[in-house]
């Protein structure tokens, strides 16, 4: 005979709401690689008008400076590759 496990689930108390958990936002270095690239090709097929121009320029220019720090700070901590040893080739 099969035995039935039952699963409790806690109700809420009345008058309260419930939301459900949701994950954290996640957003990475590549997404902001391709928005700004998203940014760079709609500008470039006219899809801003004159007056968003400087806004979406000033956006461009902060996330594409966060990105060069971001490159730069990644190829700082890269490790160093150590030069080739020198074979020692003594002629006897």
Do not use: Y
């Not at 998203?38 to 902060?62: H, M, N, P």
């Amino acid at each position: 005979m099969a035995e039935e496990t039952k699963t409790e689930v806690a109700q809420p108390e009345e008058g309260t709401v419930t939301t459900p958990q949701s994950e954290a936002p996640n957003l990475t270095v590549a997404d902001l690689r391709n928005i700004r690239a998203i940014i760079d090709i709609s500008s470039q097929r006219g899809a801003f008008r004159g007056a968003e121009l400087k806004t979406v320029g000033e956006v461009f220019d902060k996330l594409d400076g966060f990105l060069k720090a971001v490159d730069a700070k990644a190829q700082a901590e890269a490790p160093k590759e150590d030069a080739p040893a020198e074979a020692n080739t003594e002629e006897k």
